[in-house]
Nanobody
Framework: VQLQASGGGLVQPGGSLGLSCAAS????????MGWFRQSPGKDREFVAS????????YYTDSVKGRFTISRDNAKNTVYLQMNSLKPEDTAVYYC?????????????????WGQGTLVTVSS
């Protein structure tokens, strides 16, 4: 199993950025996927998750209405579109595969992780 996250970078407050995570080595369409983030000195925290079909999603409160998680099972890729970015969104963002069949925000429910991509929101 491999997860390769990409798309991070520097963006001004109020700007937008899109992340991608390409998966390989397993049947991507059978698994819940999630995005997490970790800021310096803080624990890794849940951002969003998406059901295997893409029909259901789950967000942490701080990103609701600003971030959108989606997936393309034909391309084995999960996305995170981030709009109206704030300095507090600055973090390394990780994609992960859930070991459960339902949406979850618990870090221990995810068994494979990408390498992370850095998002910096600053003027």
């Amino acid at each position: 199993v491999q997860l390769q996250a990409s798309g991070g970078g520097l963006v001004q407050p109020g700007g937008s950025l899109g992340l991608s995570c390409a998966a390989s080595g397993y049947t991507f369409s059978s698994y819940v996927m999630g995005w997490f983030r970790q800021s310096p000195g803080k624990d890794r925290e849940f951002v969003a998750s998406i059901a295997w079909s893409g029909s259901n999603t789950y967000y942490t409160d701080s990103v609701k209405g600003r971030f959108t998680i989606s997936r393309d099972n034909a391309k084995n890729t999960v996305y995170l579109q981030m709009n109206s970015l704030k300095p507090e969104d600055t973090a390394v963002y990780y994609c992960a595969r859930a070991s459960l069949m339902w949406l979850t925000n618990r870090i221990n429910d995810y068994d494979y992780w990408g390498q992370g991509t850095l998002v910096t929101v600053s003027s």
